[in-house]
């Protein structure tokens, strides 16, 4: 089974209707993070949490938000999708030395 | 944030051939990632280094913390060794992704 999940692994969405994308994590991790990835860019942060209490904006946490249910929980929410949210997002988690794990991503399209 | 650039941005191999990924960073950071994804959009972790050098079967990894730079070496290429090949580098528990550079292994 994989370390970290995602779901769902695809999903279309019309503009301003909410969504909320899921991650798990079996590693024993208490650091996880949100991550966006645009065709032809590396992967920017959008929030990090480094345990149930504690989340952190990342590089471009506007019009996302998140919540940490668990230490194996980490989800991420659109409260009004907008087209240019349209991306591939990835979940991960970490140990405390940040090697870190990426889930399979969920593609994202909004309409 | 740290700047992180990849170079190439693009390289075209022939099956067998021999590759070196190069990664510049702008500060000193914690620690580097080097990962691979894949086709499909899969993310492998290859190496992490935040110094020194590393192996793993056909590929290698070196980090010059202080030169701030690392290089990834591919040997014996392979067609599935084609995707995007990314570093990642943190700095005070943030990271910072280069933008890739995309590999095509030809057969």
């Known amino acids: 089974d994989a370390d970290v999940t995602q779901t769902p692994r695809n999903r279309i969405t019309k503009t301003g209707k909410r969504i909320m994308l899921e991650c798990s994590q079996t590693?024993?991790?208490?650091?996880m993070y949100w991550y966006r990835q645009d065709p032809g860019l590396g992967l920017r942060l959008i929030y990090y949490?480094?345990?149930?209490?504690?989340?952190n904006k990342g590089e471009i946490s506007d019009g996302y938000s998140v919540s940490r249910q668990a230490q194996a929980k980490f989800s991420l929410s659109l409260e009004s999708a907008i087209p240019n949210q349209t991306a591939l997002y990835f979940c991960?988690?970490?140990?405390?030395?940040?090697?870190?794990?990426f889930g399979p991503g969920t593609r994202l399209t909004v309409l | 944030g740290i700047q992180v650039e990849q170079s190439p941005p693009d390289l075209i191999l022939q099956e067998g051939a021999n590759s070196t990924l190069r990664c510049n960073f702008s500060?000193?950071?914690?620690?580097l990632q080097w990962f691979h994804q894949n086709p499909w959009g899969q993310l492998i972790n290859l190496f992490y280094?935040?110094?020194g050098t590393k192996q793993n079967g056909r590929l290698s990894a070196t980090t010059v913390a202080t030169e701030r730079y690392s290089l990834l070496y591919i040997s014996s290429s392979q067609t599935t060794d084609s995707g995007v090949y990314f570093c990642?580098?943190?700095?005070?528990?943030?990271?910072?992704f280069g933008s890739g550079t995309k590999l095509n292994v030809k057969p």
């Open positions: 590693k024993g991790h208490d650091r």
């Open positions: 500060d000193s950071v914690n620690n």
């Open positions: 991960a988690s970490s140990d405390r030395y940040n090697e870190q794990f």
């Open positions: 280094i935040p110094s």
């Open positions: 990642a580098v943190s700095f005070f528990n943030k990271f910072y």
């Open positions: 949490s480094f345990d149930v209490k504690d989340i």
